[in-house]
């Protein structure tokens, strides 16, 4: 008899963008004359950047000749992205990252959702509610927790961002082993300043615990104030892998392109308390179940970071921010309290009511598709998040029928 994985019966039935997808589908189904305008999943809407477009015609080419043609490509990625990356994205800031550190995959969500396998089951792990549901379903789906009970997986510790510490929980009293943190965060907005993450650090540190930091909203940050990874902060090498994603930066959310650094600092231990290398590990999950993304998309990755693909994509970061700046300011207007949309694309908003009526009144009556908060965890209960990422037309558009429905 075949035996399923009955941990995946804790879960709820779907997955929350997906259940959310089958509820704009019927309501369109029902109302086909209506626009409706998406602002829920952060999926971007912009053409790529002119420069990625062109590195990647070139690349197709190359293909197409048997002397340029490229076959499997080298484990970790091509060498000539994981250099500029690991210059750019971390050397140019002071954070010690070399290339090798680097593996390049073809998405952030896969990364982070996939890194908890070369864990033993048996880690206490701590998560942010609100959280990306991908951080817990895949470690429910691993066995590492007991049931859904209110909101909650038993045996997970719950780090409470709410209004009160500004949506950055600060380490808990109690020892836990794997922290996932992810600043810019999804869903709030809120980015933690140095002094936080230092304090995050030391506790990793300390436990012997190691930090998942999801920084895939790190483009987003405009305030110079704030570190942009946490290499910049001092210990973190020993305690954090950093996972990052060319989606919402340069619009490859259809393209795919990320990638993780694992310091070879970090380790973890066996039950005798002998040290291994996570780099290793990582290396050795990674080359047996992945091939690699395509060497067009590698290319097209790299020219994000030539001298016009960098303009470009500053170009593409503040045409979203500004559509941040529209939303929050509309909703603050209608009086609502507002986070993020600063540095960061997403829009955290307090209703005070049932996060899905609110999400089923603004799609009903405005057809406008947000993010019901209570989807990312209890502490999202009472929140919707409203993504920027859409065209300016449609997000002008979207808070002025917001604004129709909520005045009534
Ligand atoms: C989101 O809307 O939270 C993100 O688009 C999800 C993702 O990147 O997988």
Redo the contacts with the bound molecule.
């Keep these: 008899m075949l035996r399923v994985n009955e941990n995946y019966q804790k879960l709820a039935a779907s997955y929350l ?1 997906s259940d959310i997808a089958q509820r704009v589908a019927a309501f369109q189904k029902q109302n086909p004359h209506t626009k409706v305008i998406k602002l ?4 971007v809407t912009r053409a790529l950047p002119a420069a990625c477009i062109q590195a990647f015609h070139h690349a197709v080419d190359e293909m197409a000749s048997d002397h340029t043609f490229k076959g499997y490509g080298p484990d970790q990625g091509y060498d000539f992205l994981r250099e500029k990356i690991a210059r750019h994205d971390f050397q140019a800031l002071g954070a010690e990252v070399s290339a090798d550190e680097v593996f390049v995959s073809d998405g ?2 896969c990364d982070t959702g996939n890194f908890q396998e070369i864990f033993s089951r048996d880690l206490r792990i701590a998560v942010p509610d609100p959280v ?1 549901p ?1 951080y817990v379903d895949t470690n429910v789906m691993a066995g590492r927790t007991g049931n859904y009970v209110d909101g909650r997986y038993e045996g997970l510790v719950y780090l409470e961002s709410t209004q009160e510490n500004g949506y950055v929980p600060q380490p808990p009293s109690e020892p836990v082993d794997l922290i996932y943190l992810c600043f810019p965060n ?2 709030t907005g809120a980015c933690a300043t140095a002094d936080r993450l230092k304090q995050w650090v030391d506790y990793a540190r300390k436990e012997k615990a190691l930090i998942l930091f999801d920084a ?1 909203y790190e483009a987003f940050i405009r305030d110079r104030s704030l570190p942009r990874t946490i290499y910049q902060i001092d210990g973190a090498r020993e305690v954090a892998v950093e996972f990052r994603s060319f ?1 919402k930066t340069a619009g490859f ?1 259809g393209t795919r392109c990320a990638y993780t650094v694992v310091p070879k600092e970090c380790m973890g231990f066996d039950a005798a308390g002998g040290g291994h290398s996570l780099h290793t590990l990582w290396y050795r999950r990674h080359c047996t179940k992945f091939n690699g993304v395509s060497y067009p998309v590698q290319r097209a990755a790299e020219a994000i970071y030539s001298d016009a693909g960098r303009e470009q994509v500053r170009e593409l970061v503040a045409y979203y921010l500004h559509n941040a700046s529209l939303i929050r300011d509309k909703m603050t207007l209608l009086g609502y309290d507002c986070a993020g949309g600063d540095n960061s694309p997403y829009i955290w908003i307090k209703t005070g009511t049932d996060s899905w009526e609110f999400f089923d009144r603004l799609l009903n009556e405005a057809g406008v598709v947000c ?1 019901p908060g209570s989807g990312f965890g209890r502490c999202g209960r009472g929140y919707i998040r409203i ?1 920027a990422f859409n065209n300016v037309d449609a997000v002008t558009e979207a808070l002025e029928r917001i604004a129709g429905v909520l005045r009534k």
Excluded: L, Q, R
């Excluded at 829920?40 to 999926?43: L, P």
């Design positions: 963008f829920g999943i952060g999926d952030a969500k990306y991908v999804n869903p895939a989606s959310t993010t993504s």
